[in-house]
């Protein structure tokens, strides 16, 4: 790494022990009575004193540097390191304790969460990229990211967090080499939970710390929902059963149906809203130790009222609607939005949060320079979920008419334990050798099988409900709809069927259980070969089990259900191990170069897949058929010689039938063709606009092979090869006037299916392994003391993770032919920047950095889902953009400025995009964030954002009062509205519209005495209502929210 461009931080002199000992021999070694005092042994009475003339004085001498402690270090590195890093200490987290897990990310330029108010979890994305595997989640040094199955919305990466236990967070955009850092393909994101130093107040070797906090803008949500589980559902009011033993509460579709309560625009203290922390540390010479306990009780936040106008339609939805009808299209695509369902101000349910942890840690320091660290942490986290494709259908049909549905909770249990170990021997350049072994035991309950929540085994293969009292509820209960004739339906409740064997019990239908167990462990060590070249050499091993099952098993398959089964994550195993070595090299003082590479190599199993073919699961099956081909059909203009043949041989049919006819039989048949044109032109069955084109058979047209890879399906597209030129025309073709095409395209196409066999139907899936190499290498140059040039290039391969392994075999077709990954994705990113220390400029600043830099990432085999829900491998995806990073302090003033432009991020696939529009081949090769169906659709940052932050320090430094402002620029993809301009919507997962976001938040911090402090904080100060960038479920972010804290530390 670079030497630091910092100055002395907190400049500190320190007198050399000889100047202590010649101060002390300047006065007399004692007398009587202050040696009595002392307690200390006396001279004889008699001993004579030296002579002051032979005493030496020292110069003084002053030595200055500089400590860091843990957050500036992490600040400072920002600006020191090469790779593009933000950094958050616990000042910074706790400063703006944001409503959910993602909101740790606030303040991170260039760095989002998805779907952050739906989760309770992270999912970071960094330029663009997001999934799991692609940013690690480190906590601690545990890894525990999870794909969860959303439903039609498809997958989610979730990293759980208690932000309340968070001391630091560090983000590397961009893969590296960083030894002790869990690096991906786009970047990692590293957490530490609270140290020993976080709460023993300097000077001491004991504390003890108290943080509480209370909000505003919440209401605890109604739970009447707990009761519904273990009823008749015929006791329950407005409950009915449907298809399936699907029980529907009201007009909810299966949660509860709910008023929505208004909020107080941030002025209610309701203590609906609650945290506590309570934490304890010791540090000794031989050891330190920390124990903390964190509760944090959250319920549903109200939405913000300013701006909501913005959100009642869909704007480019709307425009490109618009369009699309004016050129004759057919309307229909969504235009109602999110402020209709969602009113300004209101409760946004499903959004409340209730977690509970344990943290113990602590380190044993033994004797030759080593060390053993320990961490534990256990969390419980129920939160509120919403079910994706429930509030996307409220919100466009309005039918639960101002209500909203209320759903049970999801749970998270997790344990995580880490195990470190440090031998750094003093004077030995060879050994700087950390080791780590970490365990992560995530559980999780969630109702998201893609089902209603609510059901009841009833009777029969359809599960059927008590038929006579469902009719009963739906004409005098709910009212009726059109659905239902409620002619012949008594007015009188009807007398209930016997609850036998609770055929009519209500369970969780859509429960959904996942076990995500993961153990590893990672190694470095760092040998100066020479005081200009360094060595570190590192490598880590993981292995994860994941296995689900959910209340649809050994049920009948539904349309709601089928996904669950057959395409959300399941149950498989997984392993990885690298090996990576680093080389930096500093040839002489203003260079540095670094070099080195990771080899990868991983399997993968799947463990359900497998066990459902053993037990012979009929759906599970090998299936026989597959596609291997797409067949297009067309029409040809005929010529003028085939016309005349043609006409031929009607004149010839005609003139025989006029031969053969008599009477009434030839007098009907004159009267409706009076002359052999009119017959031939009757006859012949395909003309359009009058021109005779060949009919629709079996030779008019060409098979595309497709093997479910799309791999060279544009060079063999007729239409776009030149082999079929449906814009070719013909001068006065067949006698009509004008240039006639010469081929039209009906629209139809078919799937054409090869049929196997030899296969076994119960074949066992095969592990699957790969193995790669990929280098790194960059350069700095220290221009100046204060100012350097770098260059970084960074390959990364990354494997598919156990979701794109265990489901890549199913598809909305599934065939025997595994659609899956059969190759890493290989990233190569490029980046140049430059970083300038302006103290010289500023001398009255203890802090001015500047920092710009330029990124381009290409990841080639880019791993997503097509249209079929298959996994596939497209083309690539790039990105590209300039990033911007800068600070200044002066001890009583600070800010800070960050920005990102992004300049490019799209997704490359020029047979995908053949494939989707064949004929007209209106979707381009490149297209902004992803292709339609893709989850890369959905990772699009916004094209500008900025983030500042104000401070200052009064009253000796004991007030502090700051400000926060951060802006994203609207969800702007024209390649998405031309998609909606010629119809091609495609709205399954189609990325939700939010306008520029302004939002605005303050804090203001007192330090009472040594041990009491009192933070007082305002998120959202202007109440907007708007939707968080990435978000995958439509829901508006949280109104104006007022925190008031206390932290007592003794």
Same mark, same amino acid.
């Given at each position: ?163 309340? &236990? ?10 590296? &080499? ?58 329950? =009011? ?24 208004? +909020? ?10 609650? %945290? ?49 009808? *004016? ?56 939160? #509120? ?46 050994? !700087? ?18 089902? &209603?929540?609510? #059901?009841?085994?009833?009777? +029969? ?120 070595? !680093? ?72 003139? %025989? ?73 013909? =001068? ?8 006639? *095409? ?94 300038? !220390? ?75 995009? %053949? ?13 902004? *964030? ?117 932290? *007592?530390?003794?």
């Amino acid at each position: 790494m670079p030497p630091s461009l910092h100055p002395a931080a907190h400049p500190f002199a320190l007198r050399q022990l000889v100047i202590f000992i010649g101060l002390a021999l300047s006065v007399p070694l004692s007398t009587p009575s202050n040696a009595q005092a002392a307690g200390a042994i006396t001279e004889p009475a008699d001993t004579a004193l030296p002579d002051n003339s032979t005493v030496t004085t020292l110069e003084e001498v002053q030595i200055e540097g500089s400590y860091e402690n843990r957050d500036e270090h992490g600040r400072n590195q920002v600006f020191d390191k090469d790779v593009v890093n933000v950094y958050q200490g616990k000042e910074e987290i706790e400063r703006y304790k944001g409503a959910t897990a993602g909101d740790l990310f606030k303040g991170m330029n260039g760095v989002y969460s998805g779907d952050n108010r739906n989760s309770g979890a992270l999912d970071p994305n960094i330029r663009g990229v997001q999934g799991e595997g692609r940013i690690p989640v480190t906590i601690d040094g545990t890894e525990q990211a999870t794909s969860i199955w959303m439903g039609p919305a498809g997958v989610a990466n979730r990293n759980y967090i208690d932000p309340n &236990l968070v001391g630091s967070i560090m983000v590397e955009k961009g893969p590296s &080499l960083t030894p002790g850092l869990k690096s991906g393909i786009g970047g990692a994101v590293q957490v530490r939970t609270l140290e020993p130093d976080d709460i023993i107040q300097p000077g001491n070797t004991f504390g003890m710390e108290l943080k509480t906090e209370t909000g505003t803008n919440a209401v605890r949500a109604q739970e009447n929902w707990k009761s519904l589980f273990g009823q008749d559902y015929r006791d329950v =009011e407005g409950a009915y059963s449907s298809t399936d033993g699907q029980i529907n509460v009201g007009k909810s579709w299966g949660g509860l149906e709910v008023a929505p309560r208004s +909020g107080a625009s941030g002025k209610d203290f309701n203590f609906d809203d609650n %945290s506590f922390r309570l934490a304890m540390a010791k540090k000794h010479e031989h050891f330190d130790f920390l124990a903390a306990y964190s509760y944090r009780k959250r319920g549903n936040y109200y939405s913000g009222t300013h701006g909501a106008e913005k959100y009642q339609t869909d704007t480019w939805q709307d425009q490109a609607t618009a369009q699309f009808n *004016a050129d004759g299209g057919i309307g229909g695509l969504q235009s109602n939005y999110v402020a209709n369902y969602f009113l300004p101000g209101q409760e946004v349910t499903n959004t409340s949060n209730n977690q509970e942890s344990y943290l113990l840690k602590g380190s044993l320091y033994l004797p030759h320079d080593q060390s053993i660290k320990l961490s534990y942490m256990h969390s419980n986290q129920q939160y #509120g979920e919403s079910l994706p494709w429930l509030v996307s259908w409220a919100v466009r049909d309005e039918v639960l008419e101002g209500n909203q549905a209320q759903l049970p909770y999801s749970k998270v249990k997790q344990d995580t334990l880490n195990l470190g170990y440090s031998f750094k021997p003093e004077g030995n350049k060879y050994i !700087n050798l950390n080791a780590n072994a970490w365990m992560t035991d995530s559980k999780s309950w969630r109702h998201q099988n893609g089902d &209603l929540v609510y #059901g009841i085994t009833g009777d +029969g293969e359809y599960h059927s409900g008590d038929g006579l009292w469902n009719n009963h509820v739906r004409c005098n209960v709910l009212g009726g709809d059109i659905t239902i004739d409620c002619t012949d339906v008594p007015g009188t409740p009807p007398e209930k069927l016997s609850n036998v064997d609770d055929a009519y019990t209500i369970y969780p239908k859509a429960l959904q259980i996942s076990t995500h167990k993961r153990w590893g462990f990672n190694l470095s060590n760092t040998a100066e070969l020479h005081p200009r070249l360094h060595l570190t050499l590192s490598g880590d091993f993981t292995k994860e089990k994941l296995r689900q099952s959910d209340a649809s098993e050994g049920m009948r398959v539904t349309e709601l259900t089928w996904g669950v089964n057959h395409l959300g994550p399941r149950s498989g195993t997984r392993q990885q191990w690298d090996f990576a070595f !680093n080389f930096d090299w500093k040839p002489v003082d203003w260079l540095q170069l670094y070099a080195g590479a990771r080899y990868s190599d991983y399997w993968s199993f799947d463990d359900g897949l497998a066990e459902k073919r053993a037990n012979q699961v009929e759906a599970y099956k090998v299936s026989e058929s597959s596609i291997t081909a797409k067949r297009y059909n067309y029409y040809r203009l005929l010529s003028d010689e085939e016309v005349s043949a043609i006409k031929a041989t009607s004149y010839a049919t005609y003139q %025989s039938r006029i031969d053969r006819y008599t009477g009434t039989r030839l007098e009907n048949f004159l009267a409706q063709y009076p002359d052999a044109e009119t017959f031939a032109q009757e006859a012949w069955s395909n003309k359009i606009d009058g021109v005779w084109y060949t009919t629709y058979d079996a030779n008019n047209y060409i098979e595309v092979p497709y093997n479910n890879s799309f791999e060279g399906f544009a060079d063999n597209n007729p239409f776009l090869n030149g082999t079929i030129d449906l814009n070719a025309c013909t =001068e006065n073709a067949q006698g009509q006037e004008g240039c006639i *095409a010469n081929f039209v395209y009906p629209g139809t196409n078919n799937n054409v299916y090869s049929y196997a066999t030899d296969i076994d139907s119960w074949q066992q899936p095969e592990k699957k392994k790969g193995h790669a190499w990929a280098p790194q290498f960059g350069a700095n140059i220290s221009l100046t003391q204060n100012t350097r040039l770098y260059a970084r290039y960074a390959e990364f391969i990354r494997f598919p993770s156990l979701y794109e392994d265990t489901q890549a075999v199913w598809g909305y077709k599934a065939t025997y032919l595994a659609a899956s990954a059969s190759k890493p994705e290989h990233a190569y990113n490029w980046e140049v920047g430059y970083v300038h !220390n302006l103290a010289d400029y500023f001398p009255s600043l203890e802090y001015a950095d500047f920092r710009i830099n330029y990124f381009h990432n290409t990841i080639h085999d880019y791993i997503d889902r097509d249209n079929t829900f298959n996994i596939v491998q497209f083309d690539k995806k790039k990105m590209t953009g300039i990033e911007l990073q800068t600070r200044m302090d002066s001890g009583r003033f600070f800010a800070n400025l960050a920005g990102t432009y992004r300049l490019k991020n799209e997704m490359c696939d020029r047979d995908y995009a %053949s494939y989707l529009d064949p004929v007209q081949n209106r979707i381009p090769a490149c297209i902004t *964030a992803g292709f339609p169906f893709s989850f890369s659709r959905t990772s699009l940052q916004p094209k500008y954002s900025i983030n500042l932050d104000v401070g200052t320090r009064l009253m000796d430094r004991k007030l502090e009062i700051g400000g926060r402002m951060t802006y994203h620029s609207s969800a702007n993809n024209k390649d998405e509205e031309a998609l909606a301009v010629t119809g091609l919507s495609y709205a399954v997962n189609r990325p939700y519209y939010w306008n520029p976001i302004w939002v605005f938040d303050a804090y203001a911090s007192y330090q009472v005495n040594d041990n009491l402090s009192l933070d007082l904080g305002i998120n959202n100060i202007t109440n907007r209502y708007y939707i968080d960038p990435l978000a995958r479920v439509m829901q508006p972010a949280p109104g104006r929210t007022i925190k008031a804290g206390l932290t *007592a530390r003794f």
